[in-house]
């Protein structure tokens, strides 16, 4: 693994998730440099995973390699101004950006130089190493590309696009994806809990099924996910009942539909930020 340092600046869940899926897969904390406003969230992730942290996003620009801007994209603007007036030397750095709707173009304008920048998409199940990251390069050396492929490999599994708008595609497939699923699995806890199950129960039987299916799918490679569904369907069954009425409801338009307004909606940020 590369001795880089790689800063984050603007700790949340997102950046998190991917300093946790790198240390428990062996990178090397010491450095990771973490940064946030927030005393707390800086208190935990210093705890957790022992990396650097550090209130100070300049003394973090110094000090890395590699800056990972990781604020929401709302925060982006006053976050790269303060870059520009830290008096840092930044030309040089490789920047990734995590955020949603937020062009290279227009980061680099916010940043006010054309510094080397990957987009990422990452998301939340980076945390377990189950992650999936989606990048777009702008700019960046042989062994910058490496070091950005290590790094989140770390968290999962890592696709490059070759066109920068399919990010937005990404984040509808799986930067947002995590959320669908957890929506599937409430809406079954819920119904669980109006069965008469007990809280603890809900949650258990609904996310062990979840993990169940999940398995399911990635230990059977070659059986396509429709072809599992059928498995548990029975001709005249009980489950197919259930299907259908999904069907009949318009489940898997809905779906789409989502999918489209999630892309829609980082068009639209694009626009706007
Ligand atoms: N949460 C998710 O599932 C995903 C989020 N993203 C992107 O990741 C970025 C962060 O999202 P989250 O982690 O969910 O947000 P978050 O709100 O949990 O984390 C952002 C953190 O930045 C801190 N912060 C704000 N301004 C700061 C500043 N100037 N200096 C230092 N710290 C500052 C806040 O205190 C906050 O803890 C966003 O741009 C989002 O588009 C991308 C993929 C998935
Ligand atoms: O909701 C959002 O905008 C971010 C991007 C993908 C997941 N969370």
Known sequence: MSDKT???IGTGNMSYAIIGGMVKNGFNANNIIATNRNQEKLAKVAADFKVKTTSD???ALRDADVIVLSVKPQMMGDLCKSFQESGVDFSDKLFISVAAGLTV????EMLGQDVKMIRCMPNTPSLL????SGLYGAGETPSEHEFVQQVFECTGIVVWVEQESQINDIIAVTGSSPAYFFLFMEAIEEKAKALGFNDADARRLVQQTALG?????LSQPDITISQLRSN???KGGTTHAAVEHLKDKGLTQTV???MDACITRAQQMEQEL
């Open 57 to 59: 996003n300049n003394e």
């Open 232 to 234: 548990v369907t029975s």
């Open 129 to 132: 190493g189950r992650g999936v």
């Open 105 to 108: 173009k227009r980061l680099r």
């Open 6 to 8: 790689i800063a984050f």
């Open 256 to 258: 789409a539909d989502a």
């Open 213 to 217: 299916a999940a398995e399911m799918a």
